[in-house]
């Protein structure tokens, strides 16, 4: 069982939808970020949230923290083809941070 | 700006058989970590380093060995491979003070 569960595993949308994915855990975190990593490479931290309740918006992706500090959740507007690519969810220490499975996302043109 | 630079991208091992992949990062970050990414299982950390001469075990370090001789390097060794190793692995550094953290490129390991 994964400390991180992230849903949906897999997402495919047509450009100019909209989509949310989630992160959701049964532990407290202090802090938990958000990768995007593009095949062939390593992750790449989008965001980090800190506080329950913190929305946290970077142009058309809008980051949300939960209230208890155990779930997350990306939403992206008008998704674009440059938005594929696998997001992952992390939470922990600088190191012994864990990673959920992540959401893979494909937008078509 | 090279960042975390691992070697080799690609390689193909027989059971049993031994090798090093190779990290580096040049950003004077204290610490370095190994994890390791199989389908459907997300990254998983392997060992890690907060500081030159200290390495701990993460959540899967079991057929693994790291060393950290300088703060610039941090070596992952398989002593034996087996398939089960089979998977992408990653290097990554962070700052102590920092809470991002850099990943290398990956590094593709096939176990025959």
């Known amino acids: 069982t994964q400390l991180l569960e992230q849903s949906p595993q897999f997402l495919s949308i047509q450009e100019g939808e909209n989509l949310t994915v989630y992160c959701n855990s049964s532990?407290?975190?202090?802090?938990l970020q958000w990768y995007r990593q593009e095949p062939g490479e390593g992750p790449v931290l989008l965001v980090t949230v800190v506080t329950g309740g913190e929305v946290k918006k970077l142009k058309r992706l809008t980051f949300q923290f939960g209230d208890a500090r155990k779930d997350s959740s990306l939403h992206i507007t008008a998704a674009q083809p440059g938005d594929t690519g696998l997001y992952l969810c992390?939470?922990?220490?600088?190191?012994?941070?864990?990673f959920g499975a992540g959401t893979r996302l494909t937008v078509k043109p | 700006n090279a960042g975390v630079t691992q070697t080799p991208k690609f390689q193909v091992l027989k059971t049993g058989q031994s090798m090093t992949l190779q990290c580096a990062q040049d950003m004077n970050h204290e610490y370095m970590s190994w994890y390791r990414q199989d389908p459907g299982m997300g990254l998983r950390l392997i060992h890690y380093?907060?500081?030159?001469?200290?390495?701990d075990q993460g959540e899967v370090p079991n057929g693994y060995n790291v060393s950290r001789s300088t703060t610039e390097d941090f070596p992952l060794r398989l002593l034996s491979a087996a398939p089960s190793q089979t998977s992408v692995y990653f290097c990554?550094?962070?700052?102590?003070?920092?809470?991002?953290?850099?990943f290398g490129e990956g590094s593709w390991l096939t176990v025959v």
């Open positions: 992390a939470g922990g220490d600088n190191n012994d941070m864990r």
């Open positions: 380093s907060v500081g030159a001469g200290i390495t």
């Open positions: 532990s407290v975190f202090s802090s």
């Open positions: 990554a550094s962070t700052r102590r003070s920092g809470n991002t953290i850099y």
